[in-house]
């Protein structure tokens, strides 16, 4: 499978800041990442797909304004949480899509805190 | 339509038995049903996945059942261990489509 990673693991920030999170495919180059959302106790919420070299596809309800995705590479995309408040506090997490059938192989996730 | 159902929300199971993890799904275009294992603070880990046209896949302690008919599989780990405790997800996709649904996880403590 897919070796995905993702940078930083954690990031604690004061609210109304803007934090950046690093989502890289090391060996294998993703045409489509994907981007989720985990808040504790729930299952993902697929927040975005991020599509090299073009604007990515936000889901419904996700405000592509405060959240900024930037796929540039085949290797590397990311996801901009813009003047973050405490409600974006949450488990950021990217996949990307390797192999049979669309698998998914998911990074390591971030730990976003918003004070 | 494109809900997967997991149940239960939580199980608990004894050292050596087995684990059971069900998963419903309505939309009958998926084609493609994987389950991942979550640790907490880590990403979701791909553990199986199986097309429908085999009704059971194996691999090491774990494995799925799929009933088309149903519109149900499910995922078995045999000989459950304490390092299996996790949260795991079932999902499905159609093929081409990309987007996996998710079931809502289920947490499974194995008690030694």
């Known amino acids: 499978g897919a070796v995905v990673s993702q940078h930083p693991s954690w990031v604690i920030c004061k609210s109304g800041t803007s934090v950046k999170i690093e989502c890289r495919s090391l060996?294998?180059?993703?045409?489509?990442m994907f981007w989720y959302r985990q808040f504790p106790k729930q299952s993902l919420m697929l927040m975005a797909t991020?599509?090299?070299?073009?604007?990515?596809?936000?889901e419904q309800g996700v405000e592509k304004d405060k959240f900024l995705i930037n796929h540039a590479s085949l290797t590397l995309s990311t996801l901009t949480v813009t003047s973050a408040h405490p409600e974006d506090s949450s488990f950021y997490i990217c996949?990307?899509?390797?192999?049979?059938?669309?698998?998914?192989?998911f990074g390591p996730g971030t730990r976003l805190t918003v004070l | 339509q494109q809900q997967v159902k997991q149940s239960p929300q939580s199980l608990i199971v004894q050292k050596g038995g087995i684990s059971i993890i069900n998963c419903a799904y309505e939309?009958?275009?998926?084609?493609?049903f994987p389950w991942y294992q979550q640790f907490p603070g880590k990403g979701p880990a791909l553990l199986i996945a199986?097309?429908?046209?085999?009704s059971e896949k194996k691999e090491g302690r774990f494995t799925i059942s799929f009933n088309k008919s149903a519109k149900q599989f499910s995922l078995h780990i045999m000989d459950s261990q304490p390092g299996d405790s996790a949260t795991y997800f079932c999902?499905?996709?159609?093929?081409?489509?990309?987007?996996?649904?998710f079931g809502q996880g289920t947490r499974l403590t194995i008690n030694p």
């Open positions: 996949s990307v899509i390797a192999g049979w059938a669309d698998t998914q192989y």
């Open positions: 060996d294998f180059q993703a045409t489509t």
């Open positions: 991020s599509n090299e070299g073009s604007k990515a596809t936000y």
């Open positions: 939309n009958t275009a998926f084609d493609y």
């Open positions: 199986i097309r429908p046209d085999v």
């Open positions: 999902a499905a996709n159609v093929q081409g489509a990309q987007k996996l649904v």
